[in-house]
């Protein structure tokens, strides 16, 4: 495409779309409808720009000027308690259901590693002298140690919200650099999951595996779903990079990327209930058994909620983007 050409064209059409935008509150009917139309074409412009010929002086006027008219065709909208339950009715379950084929297999392979890896300290004094001293590993492993003091040594309320913005962070980490062709996500993933092989080997070694499951399973069943969503989540959003599919890689990641910071969102809300758990039941007085039903209950209803809600809603054709109307434009491009 000759750019030159094409602004020469319809640099006409977007200047009188700017003249009625500036005098959006005085345009009779004949020219509201106009503006609807000037609207339309200048949105396809500007995709047929950014898809051939990207210029980013006129791009950025271009999308200024969508914007604008966007606004003023559309009108300002609010957030509502409607948009809050569609969210976490359809769009969230939704989304989790479609990434599905990458989350389940990432938890598989990495609780995986972390049973080979605790298998690995278990078995291998050598290796547990290379964590740290004798006198250090009884401290962490005993009765009344390290590893089961953790979970009361702060007040609950604190405790849970520390757990939960530690937790938060971590899966918006596996969304935001999963851009980035997949490593850091599988690295992060790594490390989660070391850390926990780590206790199963020491703990194991110390024949006090049965108590370390106990302080882990309640919330550890929900919190670690949900990094391994994110995780999933990140992983396909950096093959989008790699294969696009039928759709170019920009509007791929667009959509992808959409749908991850929705998913951002609700997985914050899932670490809310298993850092409420960690916080409160964890270290509470129940029996075993009891918190681990809890922790048991909880994965459950998560996994009906993806499974459910979110199978349900994508036969309906929900994808987890947002609405349509609030997407950007664009047009088909030939292969």
Same mark, same amino acid.
């Given at each position: 495409m000759d750019l030159d050409v094409f602004v020469t064209a319809h640099s006409a059409? *977007?200047?009188?779309?700017?003249?009625l935008l500036?005098? !959006?509150?005085?345009?009779?009917? $004949?020219?509201?409808?106009?503006?609807? /139309?000037? @609207? !339309?074409? =200048? +949105? =396809?412009?500007?995709?047929?720009i950014q898809s051939s010929a990207p210029d980013p002086q006129l791009t950025?006027?271009?999308? !200024?000027l969508v914007a604008r008219a966007r606004s003023a065709v559309t009108g300002t909208r609010r957030a509502s308690w409607r948009d809050v339950t569609t969210f976490l009715g359809t769009g969230f379950p939704a989304a989790m259901y479609r990434t599905?084929?990458? *989350?389940?297999? $990432?938890?598989?392979?990495?609780?995986?590693? $972390?049973?080979l890896i605790g298998w690995w300290i278990g078995t291998h004094p050598e290796?547990?002298?290379?964590i740290a001293a004798p006198d250090e590993l009884r401290q962490l492993t005993r009765p009344g140690g390290? @590893?089961?003091? #953790? #979970?009361?040594?702060?007040? $609950?309320?604190? %405790?849970?919200?520390q757990v939960w913005t530690n937790n938060a962070q971590a899966a918006a980490m596996c969304l935001v650099l999963g851009a980035f062709l997949c490593f850091p996500v599988i690295w992060i993933l790594f490390l989660n999951m070391l850390n926990l092989g780590v206790g199963i080997g020491l703990m194991s070694s110390a024949g006090r595996l049965d108590t370390f499951l106990g302080l882990v399973l309640p919330h550890g069943l929900l919190e670690l779903t949900a990094v391994f969503v994110a995780a999933g989540t990140g992983l396909r959003l950096g093959w989008t990079l790699i294969d696009p599919g039928p759709?170019?890689?920009?509007?791929?990641? +667009?959509?992808?990327g959409r749908a991850a910071l929705g998913m951002a969102i609700g997985l914050a809300l899932v670490l809310f209930v298993s850092g409420a758990i960690e916080g409160f039941v964890t270290p509470s007085g129940l029996p075993t058994w009891a918190r681990i039903t809890i922790g048991i209950v909880a994965e459950l209803? %998560?996994? +009906? #909620? /993806?499974? /459910?809600?979110?199978?349900?809603? /994508?036969?309906a054709g929900e994808r987890g983007d947002v609405a349509e109307a609030e997407q950007s434009a664009s047009v088909p491009i030939a292969a």
């Open positions: 059409e *977007w200047d009188r779309l700017d003249a500036r005098r !959006q509150r005085r345009l009779n009917g $004949a020219e509201a409808d106009e503006l609807v /139309v000037l @609207y !339309q074409r =200048t +949105a =396809t412009h500007l995709s047929l950025g006027r271009l999308s !200024q599905r084929h990458w *989350w389940v297999p $990432a938890a598989l392979l990495s609780l995986a590693v $972390a049973a290796v547990q002298s290379a390290d @590893y089961e003091t #953790y #979970y009361s040594s702060h007040p $609950a309320a604190s %405790f849970a919200a759709r170019t890689r920009r509007t791929a990641l +667009a959509e992808e209803a %998560f996994l +009906a #909620y /993806v499974y /459910v809600l979110g199978g349900r809603a /994508v036969r």
